[in-house]
């Protein structure tokens, strides 16, 4: 088996890039609007109906994470094509990016996998995957799962960071010893 390099906290978060559907780049980890966070959710793809379901309750806590001064991107594997059809099922207003390499995907360590057939999807993906970035560009919270059952529980990780972003709080970037 290969090694694959997962990313650490406290390390400087990736520079890349993915497309939204009007054809822009989206630079992942550099947050938009008044935020000085972001949090960047790499998620299966359009075959996957738990994902589906997360990105719709992940919009019901976008004021959440807005009021944390943290911006939400959603990103997957998919094509364009699959975006847009993957929208018809989706009831969001944050950015969703689609186009992310196998190559981004193991530079930022998530978990790939391949299809189980030409029905679930046409290229390997990759399984969920949680990334807060913070205003210096690195990474202050990283979640990475093998399957999509495991995920971040949205009402705890929304009090979660804006405990942690409250200055009163000193609360420093968590699992930094190396080992």
């Keep these: ?53 997360y990105l719709n309750e992940l919009e019901t806590y976008k004021q959440a994470f807005a009021d944390a001064g943290v911006d939400i991107l959603a990103v997957s594997g998919d094509s364009k094509a699959q975006l847009e059809a993957h929208l018809e099922q989706l009831e969001i207003s944050f950015p969703i990016a689609y186009g992310l390499t196998e190559e981004q995907m193991k530079t930022l360590g998530v978990y790939i996998s391949l299809p189980r057939s030409e029905k679930e999807t046409d290229h390997n993906f990759a399984e969920p995957g949680l990334f807060v970035v913070n205003e210096e560009g690195n990474l202050h919270v990283v979640d990475l799962s093998n399957n999509p059952f495991v995920r971040p529980e949205l009402g705890a990780l929304t009090r979660g960071l804006a405990w942690i972003r409250d200055p009163n709080n000193h609360y420093p970037i968590r699992g930094t010893l190396d080992y």
Excluded at 16 to 35: C, H, I, M, N, Y
Aim: with cysteine; proline share 6%; net charge positive.
């Design 1 to 53: 088996m290969g090694t694959s390099i997962k990313l650490k906290a406290g390390d400087k978060f990736p520079h890349l890039t993915a497309t939204k559907l009007d054809g822009s780049s989206v630079t992942l980890g550099e947050p938009q609007g008044e935020a000085t966070w972001q949090a960047v959710f790499v998620y299966r793809g359009k075959h996957c109906p738990l994902c589906t379901r």
